[in-house]
């Protein structure tokens, strides 16, 4: 199994500010994902983060909004950009390990 | 239309009985599947797999149909501890890792 963490675990933020959202995990994976879960909705991939190359991101979500980074196989960054209340959402990091898919707790954000 | 469609619920179940409810899905080339729960404010963990001859977990039985496109859950001997949302999850061939997530199933199991 893989054990992730994830800071911080929540923030209340103003409208027009950005924050990061670190994961790390225990072990080294090859793939991490990023996704967001809005209140009463389902969970939505938002990108995968690739070691030594630019994230890929899905229909819907942009660089300039969600800059990751990935500089090892333990740890990514998610920035929440130029935040909107439309943000407000939990930030969950998530591996693969073996032929299981593992969450971290998730980030709670909330843009006033 | 949602990829992946579940009744919401409340399912309000008493304790010891038997709760079912399904999970339809709209792309035929899913290929793996599974049900995962979440707890409140907590993240989502894998409950089972979900395998085309069905299969089964202690008191949890998954099935699925492809030919109609969905997937079910039914959990015997409900326990307090049962209590949960119950999110149906598929992914595509070949997109390992990128999961598409219904909803949720909430489900309440009272005394």
């Known amino acids: 199994s893989a054990v992730i963490s994830q800071k911080p675990s929540r923030d209340i933020c103003q409208r027009g500010t950005s924050l990061t959202i670190q994961c790390q995990v225990d072990?080294?994976?090859?793939?991490m994902f990023w996704y967001r879960q809005q209140p009463g909705q389902s969970l939505t991939l938002i990108a995968t983060?690739?070691?030594?190359?630019?994230?890929?991101?899905e229909s819907g979500f942009v660089i300039d909004k969600f800059p990751i980074s990935r500089p090892n196989l333990t740890f990514s960054t998610l920035t929440v950009s130029n935040m909107s209340p439309e943000d407000s959402s939990i930030y969950l990091c998530?591996?693969?390990?073996?032929?299981?898919?593992?969450f971290g707790p998730g980030t709670r954000l909330t843009v006033l | 239309r949602k990829e992946v469609e579940q009744d919401p619920g409340p399912f309000n179940v008493p304790e010891g009985a038997t709760v079912a409810f399904n999970c339809t899905y709209s792309n035929s080339a899913s290929q793996s599947f599974f049900w995962y729960r979440q707890d409140c404010r907590k993240e989502p963990k894998l409950l089972m797999s979900?395998?085309?001859s069905g299969n089964e977990d202690g008191r949890f039985t998954a099935q699925l149909n492809r030919a109609s496109q969905y997937i079910s859950l039914l959990i015997r001997d409900s326990k307090l501890s049962d209590s949960a949302t119950y999110l149906c999850?598929?992914?595509?061939?070949?997109?390992?890792?990128?999961?598409?997530f219904g909803a949720g199933t909430q489900v309440v199991v009272t005394p």
């Open positions: 072990s080294q994976v090859t793939m």
């Open positions: 979900v395998y085309s």
């Open positions: 999850v598929v992914t595509l061939t070949d997109s390992w890792g990128k999961l598409q």
């Open positions: 998530s591996v693969v390990g073996g032929y299981e898919q593992f």
């Open positions: 983060a690739n070691q030594g190359s630019e994230a890929t991101y």
